[in-house]
């Protein structure tokens, strides 16, 4: 059973940064898809990033956060990141680590099989 497990979560003045962790294991993960989502009070999933756990390592980004945010992956640590950069109120949201068994970098949230608890990321204006 894949388990997903993030942190770095917290509150950061507008401007700042922070990066998020997830750490990732029961599974074998070659063939897998990472991605962090966001969801803000009162709305729905948003997909952020992913990223390939592949050597390949291709990735795709939300326009939103494109040129912000950076996701990579350390596959000896068997972590994901999400470093976050320039970071404005609106990126205000629980952020949740979700994996999926396939190499396609998928936006939707439904074809994302795994799930993290969420970290809190509040950015005050």
């Known amino acids: 059973q894949v388990q997903l497990v993030e942190s770095g979560g917290g509150l950061v003045q507008a401007g700042g940064s922070l990066t998020l962790s997830c750490a990732v294991s029961g599974g074998t993960f070659n063939v897998y898809t990472l991605g962090w989502f966001r969801q803000a009070p009162g709305k729905e999933h948003e997909f952020v990033a992913a990223i390939t756990w592949a050597w390949t390592g291709g990735t795709r980004y939300a326009d939103s956060v494109k040129g912000r945010f950076t996701i990579s992956r350390d596959n000896a640590k068997n972590t994901l990141y999400l470093q976050m950069n320039s970071l404005k109120p609106e990126d205000t949201a629980v952020y949740y680590c979700?994996?999926?068994?396939?190499?396609?970098?998928?936006?939707?949230?439904?074809?994302?099989?795994?799930w993290g608890q969420g970290t809190q990321v509040t950015v005050s204006s």
């Open positions: 979700a994996a999926r068994r396939n190499s396609i970098l998928a936006v939707s949230r439904a074809l994302y099989e795994y």
